[in-house]
Structures are given as structure tokens and as C-alpha cells.
């Protein structure tokens, strides 16, 4: 009997999440930064709110903005692979409270290249949603899935955990769902809290020949 030819499927173009989980849980001191940095002051977004102060890694919580800018170093050696020596550094930074009934629209980073979440408190069944750039093309024509896989959908959500570092392109559209509210049960959820940051870089990038050449 004739067997079926091999079948090889692989992915062009992937889209890279880079995720890494923090060793140490929030080491002394580093809860009571963000407690002062979120009584300093809130403003309410678009589903939820982030702190006045935008820059906290600026002058707060240097530990962990040392652990964020050793896996954007790693993210730019294994996924970028500059030929040149570039230097990418973090330019806002910012707490996110989300409380329940709260979301995160639909939303990208401007001015900035990579992006990064880490995650001070979450819950059960917790993630982020990520959106194909390209997801207005391929819906021009529209099928109904039998079941969604990394080929056919349009989004993808991530699990996230406490003490978790998720790095993304800044272009890459994301959100987070509602966060829903319990039963009026006496029961209480914990706000979601987050912090977010984005990135540039200084350097050269291109080349004198091909008139490309930018030096930041």
C-alpha cells in the first residue's frame, strides 16, 4: 500500500514573545516602592489606570530594572543580532492598576522598539492578547474555524504568572481582557498590577555605502 507523501508544516516570518520568570519573588523594600509610587498618583486610562510618575525606573526599584535590561540585552542578542554595538536602554516606565471589571483595549507602544510587562500581581487564568498585524488582510476572506491553531487565528493569549517578564516588538498590538468581578459574595480579587516599560537605542545602524548610515 502507498503511504501518504512526508508532510513538513514550519512558520516564516514568526513574531518573537520573549518570556522569562524573575528567580527572586519582590525582594524587601521593592513592595513598599510601589505602594508609595501608586499613593503619589493615578490616572485613569482608557480601562484602567497607571501611575503619574513614568519614568519610576528612573529613581525606583533599580534591582528590578536591572533584571528588565539584562533580558532586553539577551532579546536583542538572540532575536535583533546587531553587527554593530548598539545600546538599547529603557526610556518610560510606568505602573499599571487594573481593578476588576478593568481592561487594557487594543493597543501598541509608539517611539519605542521593544516593550516589556512585568508582572507584580495576577490571577487565576491571567494573560495577554496578542493581535496579527496582519489580521485585516487575512480576514478579507473569512472562515469559520472548527478549532483555532497557531496558523488560523487572528490572536493569541499568553498565561502570565507573578514575577514574570514578557519582552515584545513595540509594534506588536496587544491587550488584556476585563478583569472580572466576583460574585457580590464577600469574596475579593486582588487588583492586577503590572509594570510596563519601553525601549530605544544609541549606536550606528546601517551602512555609509548603501546611504542608510544613522548614528543616535
Known amino acids: 500500500m502507498k503511504q501518504d507523501d512526508d508532510v513538513k508544516m514550519m512558520g516564516v516570518f514568526p513574531c518573537p514573545v520573549y518570556m522569562t520568570k524573575r528567580a527572586d519573588i519582590i525582594i524587601p523594600g521593592e513592595e513598599m516602592k510601589i505602594e508609595n509610587l501608586i499613593r503619589e498618583g493615578m490616572h ?16 525606583k526599584l533599580q534591582e528590578l530594572k536591572e533584571f528588565c535590561n ?48 512585568f508582572y507584580i500581581s495576577t490571577f487565576k487564568d491571567d494573560k495577554i492578547t496578542f493581535v496579527d498585524p496582519n489580521n485585516k488582510v487575512k480576514e478579507l476572506i473569512k ?57 530605544f537605542v544609541k549606536g550606528k545602524f546601517g551602512a555609509k555605502d548603501g546611504l542608510t548610515e544613522l548614528i543616535l
Not at 486610562?45 to 519614568?55: A, H, R, V
Request: with cysteine; glycine share 4%.
Open 44 to 59: 485613569f486610562n482608557i480601562g484602567n489606570s497607571s501611575t503619574d510618575n513614568s519614568y519610576i525606573f528612573d529613581t
Open 70 to 117: 539584562k533580558h532586553v540585552k539577551k532579546y536583542v542578542e538572540q532575536v535583533i543580532c546587531p553587527k554593530e554595538e548598539l545600546d538599547f536602554y529603557i526610556t518610560q516606565s510606568w505602573i499599571n492598576v487594573t481593578k476588576p471589571g478593568e481592561c487594557h483595549p487594543e493597543h501598541s507602544h509608539q517611539n519605542s522598539i521593544l516593550s516589556g510587562v
Open 143 to 199: 472562515f469559520e474555524q472548527e478549532e483555532f491553531n497557531i496558523w488560523n487565528s487572528t490572536m493569541w493569549h499568553i498565561p502570565v504568572h507573578n514575577n514574570e517578564l514578557i519582552l515584545f516588538p513595540s509594534w506588536l498590538s496587544h491587550s488584556v481582557i476585563p478583569l472580572e468581578k466576583l460574585p457580590a459574595s464577600g469574596q475579593h480579587r486582588p487588583d492586577r498590577i503590572s509594570i510596563s516599560f519601553n525601549t
